[in-house]
C-alpha cells in the first residue's frame, strides 16, 4: 500500500469515514488504525524532505510557481506539473490522516499516544503547506494539542509563531480564525508572546481590531500582550489607542465586552497610552459617557489614566504629594513653591509599593526629587529659589497633566458617590478614582464642607462597616483630602483616631497598614492632627513595631514618620531614639537586664554548654559572652566603689558553690573588674 498514493488514499478514507464515528473507536484502536496511520504519516513527511533535499524545491515551491502560472506569468515544466500533481494528492492524503487521528483525540488517553509518536511535530510541519484545507486542520489540531503544557513546549521548540506570522492576515477568513485561535492559546506563555512581538504581531492584530468578526478573539490576543510591561510602549505607534477609545464609546454595555475593557486597563498603566487615550476632547467625552451610563467599568478605565505623568515619571497614587520641585517645573507654577514646600520635604521621603521595574523607575525619580528639593534649599537660603527652579527641566510639553483634568469633575464624581441608589461596584470605582486625585491647587476644604465629605467617610471607615477593598479607598481618600485647611476638620471628625484603631484591627494586612501609614505621614504634617496623633493614640509605638515589619515599605514608611515626628517635637525626638533603640537591640538589652544569678545558674544547668550557636556564651569561669565580647551592665550605672567591690564569690550568695570565688580570683586577681577593662568591653559593643 506504501507504494501507491492512490490506494492509501482510499484505505484512509474508509477508515476516516468510520472514525466520524465515536462508537467506532475501540474497534480501530483495537486493530492499531491509529499507529499505522501514524506511520504513514512519518514516511510522507521524509518522501517530501528527501525530494525537497534532492531536487531543491518544497511544496511551497510549487504551490507559488503554481499560483503564477494561473495569472499567465509563468510557465509550469512538464516535471513541475507532475511533482504539483504528485504534491495535491499528498496534501488529500495528508488531511484524511490528520482529520482521522482528530477524531480519534477524544479519548485523552489516545491523544497522549499521538503526543508521544511527536504528532505535534507533525503538525508544525504541515504549516509549511499551502493547501488551505491541509492549514485550516493542522491549526484546529493544534489548538486542541495546545491545552497542554507539554504540547505548548513543543510547538516552541518548533518556533510555531514564526510559522503563523505569515498567515495574519490571510484571505481565507475561516483559515485567518483558526491560526488567532491558536494564537490566543499560545499566548499564555511568556516565551511565545515574545515570540509573537518579534515577528510583528501586535500592528497585524491591531488592523484586525475593525473586523468585528475577529474582534474578540483579537482583543484577548492583544490583551495578554498587553500584560507585559515592556511591550506596552509599543501599542503607542500603532492604531490601538484611538481603536480601543472608539470602540469604548460606540459599546452600550461594557460588561459584554470584557477583552475590551481588560485591554483598555491594560493599555492606560503606561503614561504614553495614557495620554493618547486622553487627547483632544478625548478625555472629556469619556468621563461624561461614564456619568451618563454609570458604567464602573468606564470609571476603571479612567481611574487608571491618574497613575502617570506626561513627562513619563512615574507618579504613584499612594505618595498622595508630589515633590515641590518636580511640580513647579511641570506646571511652571512657580509663585506657589513656598505654599508646598513643606509637602516637597515630606514627599523626598514617599515611595509607591511597587516592585520589579516600577520600583527601580521609582528609586531613580525619587533621588532626582531629594536632588530637586536639595537645590530649592540652597536657592531659597541665598534668595534664588525661583532661578534655580527655573534649570529644573521641564517637561516636553506645556499641556496640563491628566490628573489635573479630573478637578472640573472631582464635585460631580462626589455628588455621584453620595446618591442614595449608587452600585458597591460603581462606589468602589468612583471612590477609588478620587483617592488618586491629589491635586496640590484644589480646594479640598471647600469640598468637604460643602458635602460633609468627612463625615460621610467616618461612617465608611468603621471596621466591619463595609467591605475589605471600599474600607482601603477610603483610608487612600482621608489622605489625599489631609491638608493645612482640613487638618482640623479631621480631628473634629474622629478619623483620626477611627484610622489608628483600624490599624489594630487589620494589622495582618499588609496593604491596609501600608495605606494607612502613608496616611498617618500626611496627618503628622500638620499640627492639628499632629497634636491628635501623638497625644491621644499611640501611634508611636506602632510605627516602633512596624519597623520589624516582614514587609520593606511597611519598614521604610514607619520609618519616615517617625523622621517627620522626631524633626517636629525634640522631646518625642528623645524618645523615639531611645525606643528605636530597644527595638533593635533587644535581644542584647535582655541578656544584660537578665541578673548574674540566674546566668550563673543556666551555665551550672548546662555545664558550661554554649547556646544558640555561640552567639550566647554562659561559662562558669569568665561570666557569659556575646560572640567573643563580655557582657556587662552600662558602667555609668555604677559608681566606682560599686565597681571595685563587685565580687562573685560569696559561698552564701551562690549557694557555697565551689570553683565561681576562685576560679574569678585567679584571672582577674582580687575578684573584682578592672574599671578600663569595663570601658574597654562596653566599646567593643
Not at 81 to 95: E, F, H, N, S, T
Request: hydrophobic share 40%.
Amino acid at each position: 500500500m506504501k507504494k501507491s498514493i492512490d490506494l492509501c488514499i482510499n484505505v484512509v478514507s474508509v477508515f476516516f469515514s468510520i472514525s466520524n464515528f465515536s462508537q467506532f473507536h475501540p474497534l480501530v484502536m483495537d486493530n492499531q488504525i491509529g499507529a499505522l496511520t501514524m506511520d504513514l504519516i512519518d514516511l510522507e513527511i521524509k518522501r517530501t524532505e528527501h525530494r525537497a533535499a534532492e531536487e531543491g524545491i518544497s511544496p511551497a515551491m510549487v504551490a507559488q510557481k503554481a499560483l503564477d502560472a494561473s495569472t499567465g506569468t509563468v510557465q509550469l515544466s512538464d516535471r513541475e506539473k507532475k511533482l504539483l500533481a504528485l504534491i495535491q494528492k499528498q496534501d488529500r492524503l495528508l488531511y484524511l490522516c490528520f482529520y482521522m487521528l482528530l477524531n480519534l483525540a477524544e479519548d485523552v488517553g489516545v491523544e497522549k499516544k499521538m503526543k508521544k509518536k511527536n504528532v505535534v511535530v507533525y503538525l508544525v510541519k504541515m504549516l509549511d503547506r499551502s493547501n488551505v484545507e491541509l492549514l485550516i486542520l493542522g491549526t484546529t489540531f493544534l489548538k486542541k494539542l495546545s491545552i497542554y503544557k507539554e504540547n505548548k513546549e513543543k510547538m516552541a521548540e518548533c518556533r510555531i509563531v514564526e510559522k503563523l506570522a505569515k498567515f495574519v492576515p490571510v484571505r481565507n477568513d475561516v483559515l485567518l480564525m483558526s491560526v488567532l485561535r491558536l494564537l490566543h492559546n499560545l499566548s499564555f506563555d511568556v516565551q511565545l508572546r515574545d515570540d509573537m512581538v518579534r515577528c510583528g504581531l501586535i500592528p497585524k492584530c491591531v488592523e484586525l481590531m475593525g473586523v468585528p468578526r475577529f474582534q474578540p478573539v483579537v482583543l484577548g490576543l492583544l490583551y495578554h500582550i498587553s500584560m507585559e510591561d515592556k511591550y506596552k510602549s509599543m501599542f503607542t505607534y500603532t492604531d490601538c489607542i484611538p481603536r480601543v477609545y472608539e470602540m469604548l464609546t460606540r459599546v452600550q454595555d461594557l460588561r459584554n465586552t470584557p477583552e475590551l475593557i481588560a485591554l483598555a486597563v491594560n493599555l492606560t498603566t503606561n503614561p504614553r497610552n495614557a495620554e493618547a487615550m486622553c487627547e483632544g476632547d478625548r478625555f472629556d467625552k469619556l468621563i461624561r459617557r461614564g456619568f451618563q451610563t454609570c458604567d464602573e467599568l468606564a470609571f476603571k478605565t479612567e481611574g487608571l489614566t491618574l497613575w502617570f505623568g506626561r513627562t513619563g515619571e512615574f507618579v504613584f497614587v499612594r505618595i498622595q504629594t508630589e515633590g515641590l520641585a518636580l511640580w513647579a517645573a511641570r506646571t511652571g507654577e512657580f509663585d506657589l513653591v513656598g505654599c508646598y514646600w513643606r509637602e516637597a520635604r515630606m514627599h523626598g521621603r514617599m515611595g509607591g509599593s511597587m516592585g520589579g521595574r516600577d520600583g527601580r523607575a521609582f528609586a531613580k525619580w525619587q533621588r532626582e526629587t531629594r536632588a530637586h528639593v536639595r537645590v530649592w534649599e540652597a536657592g531659597r537660603q541665598r534668595g534664588r529659589c525661583c532661578a534655580l527652579l527655573a534649570a529644573v527641566q521641564r517637561p516636553r510639553t506645556d499641556s496640563p497633566s491628566i490628573k489635573r483634568r479630573f478637578g472640573p469633575y472631582i464635585e460631580q464624581m462626589v455628588t455621584l458617590l453620595k446618591a442614595p441608589d449608587i452600585t458597591a461596584e460603581l462606589f468602589v470605582e468612583v471612590l477609588g478614582a478620587l483617592a488618586n486625585l491629589y491635586i496640590p491647587e484644589f480646594d479640598f476644604l471647600g469640598l468637604a464642607r460643602k458635602h460633609n465629605l468627612l463625615e460621610f467617610l467616618a461612617r465608611y471607615s468603621q471596621p466591619g462597616a463595609v467591605d475589605d477593598d471600599i474600607l482601603l479607598e477610603v483610608v487612600m481618600f482621608v489622605g489625599v483630602l489631609c491638608n493645612e485647611g482640613t487638618a482640623p476638620l479631621l480631628v473634629q471628625s474622629g478619623l483620626v483616631n477611627v484610622l489608628f484603631v483600624l490599624m489594630g484591627e487589620k494589622k495582618e494586612d499588609d496593604e491596609f497598614v501600608l495605606q494607612i501609614a502613608f496616611a498617618f505621614n500626611k496627618f503628622l504634617m500638620y499640627d492639628e492632627t499632629r497634636e491628635a496623633l501623638l497625644n491621644h493614640t499611640q501611634v508611636v509605638f506602632y510605627l516602633i513595631d512596624l519597623l520589624q515589619d516582614k514587609n520593606k515599605e511597611v519598614q521604610r514608611v514607619a520609618d519616615q514618620c517617625l523622621d517627620i515626628v522626631m524633626d517636629t517635637d525634640e522631646e518625642w525626638a528623645v524618645r523615639i531614639r531611645n525606643l528605636k533603640f530597644e527595638a533593635f537591640n533587644q535581644e542584647w538589652l535582655e541578656v544584660v537586664a537578665t541578673p548574674p544569678e540566674q546566668l550563673m545558674g543556666r551555665a551550672q544547668q548546662g555545664g558550661g554548654a554554649q547556646y544558640d550557636n555561640g552567639e550566647v556564651e554562659y561559662g562558669a569561669d569568665d561570666g557569659y559572652t556575646i560572640g567573643e565580647q563580655r557582657v556587662v551592665n552600662d558602667f555609668e550605672d555604677y559608681d566606682e566603689s560599686a565597681v571595685n567591690n563587685m565580687h562573685y564569690g560569696g559561698g552564701e550568695e551562690y549557694g557555697g558553690q565551689p570553683g565561681y570565688d576562685q576560679g574569678y580570683a585567679d584571672e582577674y586577681g582580687q575578684g573584682a573588674y578592672d574599671e578600663d577593662e569595663l570601658r574597654r568591653g562596653y566599646g567593643g559593643m
